[in-house]
T-cell receptor, first 112, second 109 residues
Framework: IAGITQAPTSQILAAGRRMTLRCTQD?????MYWYRQDLGLGLRLIHY???????GKGEVPDGYSVSRANTDDFPLTLASAVPSQTSVYFC???????????FGQGTRLTVV | GQNIDQPTEMTATEGAIVQINCTYQ??????LFWYQQHAGEAPTFLSY????GLEEKGRFSSFLSRSKGYSYLLLKELQMKDSASYLC??????????FGAGTTVTVRA
């Protein structure tokens, strides 16, 4: 089934540990996005990529890094997790800059 | 950066109409999107406006005025299943897609 897949679905992580959230899409979409969603704050853009090989910073990029080595994958890395990074993380993709974004099912991350 | 404002909560009765307003200030404009999100689920796409005017899609309509930085989502013939958060999102000149905090709509019988 075509779509966008995130892994893991949920994770409890010790503070200071490194963690990579995976995102894969098989729709050959050019643009991909990472958001975090916190109660009362809505979806906040962390990083984005308009096409393979390029990335850009969103609203809340500190403490996160991304790479876009190919069209399908857009991993998000927390180099040294902190409790304030406890959140639900959504990956999304869109065919182009002018089309709607489709979302993965989300990753619930708890940093303790 | 982006400023996208929408009301926090709205309540309406089953069968009624509700209008959710969204105002935005962005660096450039490349489209406005509305999404629906049920609790514990991912957002799903509802509508897209890039030109001024009204887009109608079944019970849902969305309006855009670029000169006013304003949009609204109109939900008609409300059903209990429409209880959800509704998210306004704007794509800017760099094609970043940014969201407002969302409007929680509660439909009462």
């Amino acid at each position: 089934i075509a779509g966008i897949t995130q892994a893991p679905t949920s994770q409890i992580l010790a503070a200071g540990r490194r963690m990579t959230l995976r995102c894969t899409q098989d729709m050959r979409h050019n643009a991909m996005y990472w958001y975090r969603q916190d109660l009362g704050l809505g979806l906040r853009l962390i990083h984005y990529s308009n096409t393979a090989g390029t990335t850009g910073k969103g609203e809340v990029p500190d403490g996160y890094s991304v790479s876009r080595a190919n069209t399908d994958d857009f991993p998000l890395t927390l180099a040294s997790a902190v409790p304030s990074q406890t959140s639900v993380y959504f990956c999304a993709s869109s065919e182009s800059e002018s089309t709607e974004a489709f979302f993965g099912q989300g990753t619930r991350l708890t940093v303790v | 950066g982006q400023n996208i404002d929408q009301p926090t909560e709205m309540t309406a009765t089953e069968g009624a109409i509700v209008q959710i307003n969204c105002t935005y200030q962005t660096s450039g404009f490349n489209g406005l999107f509305w999404y629906q999100q049920h609790a514990g689920e991912a957002p799903t796409f509802l509508s897209y406006n890039v030109l001024d005017g009204l887009e109608e899609k079944g019970r849902f309509s969305s309006f855009l005025s670029r000169s006013k930085g304003y949009s609204y989502l109109l939900l008609k013939e409300l059903q209990m299943k429409d209880s959800a958060s509704y998210l306004c999102a704007v794509r800017d000149q760099d094609y970043k897609l940014s969201f407002g905090a969302g409007t929680t709509v509660t439909v009462r019988a």
